[in-house]
């Protein structure tokens, strides 16, 4: 690897490191700090960070590979992540931030459901809990796989010490800073990723003579390739779209509307996200076609489409821009694992340690239970990744679908219906979970013919409004609280 590179991703390392020990002065003295960055996020930081924590390897990867390789057809994946994303600022954010304030400050997706339904029985806190570890393991675990297997095949270095690399210095800056070192390393990764989206296909385009001659190679060598419905059905696309309902429920991504300074913040904010994401999209799908134009008039040799924005990257650059731009790829990886193992810390933290083991425990101790739980959750991640056989993209699906219907509905219509019961809101999770879980691994598995997170987000809700209709209203405390937030989010708005 030319020096160049070498230097530009050393930098990278120590920013991200550098990140971590500023954070872990400013804002890991309490539990609430240390898990939600104290609610001090500005509307910048919450759109990059949810932006950049979402979007992983997919968008420099997987997305220009499914263009290049299947045509525009791929698209609408796309088309339903913005608008599940748009949704989730319009539907979800604002409401969440008040409730989790008013729901005795809330700083974790199952302290808000227990909060919210006043449930004593810590049926929800367990059970929500219980899911968000489960699936973020393996979910982590898939971040930690495509690190191994991206410093192996960029860098030729071997697959189990790019393993310890990626997690290396994500557990490092994740265990120092909390939150708010997270959320600081996913606004510059989100940054690097944006320009690494708006740079590698702008010039790959100028060379190959510009956006006519592009679509003029594309068309020639495949026509079918700039059809939105190629190779498509209705049900193909309304799987693919399927994917934006998975916003709803997504604990990493949701969390930071929690920590938004203040919910005037939030118009900024969306209008910040859904540029960063739309342009970030357009520029995956623009490296793809660029490089089908590129690889045909060069002859250059590709063995993976998924590698051709690492291959353009390669070809078209100084080495130093080349190191800025393989960085992109690193931050795409390293921001979601580090969202992902923060969540999974503070369920193992705040639902179990503190709930169920010692429900006195200092601010100090949560702290260090968290940075504990970090680790280990690390630990097992990089366990289930040392099989280099593991499939990523089946893990990620899988766990999007799990959460978006075990938590979507629930996280909804708790935020819309007062009727709703804690009974529902169990029942909601549990449908939700085990449809997605038969739909995938059942006898007759039918995730191939539609994305299980539609019967999964169907069913959870039918079970929601019909176990919430056929057990006791809820008590006048929860009401209460339900109507105080309605009105602080009217009084914000007139203000």
């Not at 609408?76 to 400050?105: F, H, K, Q, S």
């Not at 070192?181 to 690097?192: H, Y």
Request: charged share 10%; proline share 3%; with cysteine.
């Amino acid at each position: 690897m030319d020096t160049g590179t070498i230097i530009a991703l050393a930098l990278y390392f120590v920013l991200m490191l550098g990140i971590g020990i500023y954070a872990y002065r400013q804002a890991t003295s309490n539990l609430s700090e240390y898990m939600l960055g104290g609610r001090k996020l500005g509307p910048a930081m919450t759109a990059l960070s949810a932006g950049a924590s979402d979007m992983s390897g997919w968008l420099l990867m997987g997305l220009p590979g499914a263009l290049y390789l299947l045509g525009l057809s791929q698209i609408w994946i796309a088309v339903g992540l913005v608008l599940g994303a748009w949704c989730n600022y319009l539907l979800v954010a604002p409401r969440l931030r008040v409730y989790t304030e008013v729901a005795n400050d809330a700083i974790t997706l199952p302290d808000f459901f227990e909060h919210r339904f006043h449930d004593k029985t810590r049926q929800l806190r367990l059970i929500s809990a219980l899911i968000i570890v489960v699936f973020f393991t393996l979910y982590t675990a898939s971040g930690v796989v495509a690190g191994g297997k991206l410093f192996e095949s960029v860098f030729q270095l071997d697959y189990h010490w790019g393993l310890a690399l990626t997690a290396g210095v994500v557990i490092l800056y994740t265990l120092l800073g909390g939150f708010l070192a997270v959320s600081m390393t996913d606004f510059v990764q989100g940054i690097i990723m944006f320009l690494a989206l708006v740079i590698v296909p702008m010039v790959t385009i100028d060379m190959v003579g510009g956006p006519t001659a592009m679509l003029d190679t594309v068309q020639t060598l495949n026509p079918n390739h700039l059809d939105i419905f190629t190779g498509t059905s209705v049900i193909g696309i309304i799987s693919l779209m399927a994917w934006g309902l998975g916003y709803f429920g997504q604990p990493h991504i949701i969390v930071r509307f929690m920590a938004i300074r203040s919910i005037a913040d939030f118009p900024v904010a969306r209008r910040i996200g859904m540029s960063w994401m739309i342009i970030s999209l357009l520029g995956a799908v623009a490296t793809g076609f660029a490089g089908i134009a590129y690889v045909h008039s060069t002859q250059a040799t590709l063995k993976d489409p998924e590698t051709i924005f690492i291959l353009l990257s390669q070809v078209l650059f100084h080495p130093f821009i080349t190191g800025f731009l393989l960085a992109a790829l690193l931050a795409a990886v390293m921001s979601t694992i580090s969202s992902q193992l923060l969540v999974t810390s503070s369920a193992l933290t705040q639902d179990f340690y503190k709930t169920f083991l010692h429900q006195e425990a200092s601010d100090r101790t949560q702290v260090l239970v968290g940075r504990l739980s970090v680790l280990l959750v690390a630990v097992v991640a990089i366990v289930i990744a040392l099989d280099r056989t593991s499939s990523i993209l089946a893990l990620v699906a899988n766990a999007w679908a799990g959460f978006g219907a075990a938590f979507g509905p629930v996280v909804l219509l708790s935020l819309y219906w007062s009727r709703m019961t804690q009974q529902g809101a169990l029942a909601g999770m549990l449908v939700g979970a085990g449809t997605v879980l038969l739909w995938i691994y059942g006898p007759w598995p039918l995730n191939d013919w539609l994305y299980a997170m539609v019967p999964g987000f169907i069913a959870a809700s039918v079970a929601i409004v019909l176990v919430s209709r056929f057990t006791a209203v809820p008590d006048a405390n929860v009401q209460q609280q339900f109507d105080t937030m309605l009105s602080q989010l009217k009084t914000t708005a007139k203000g």
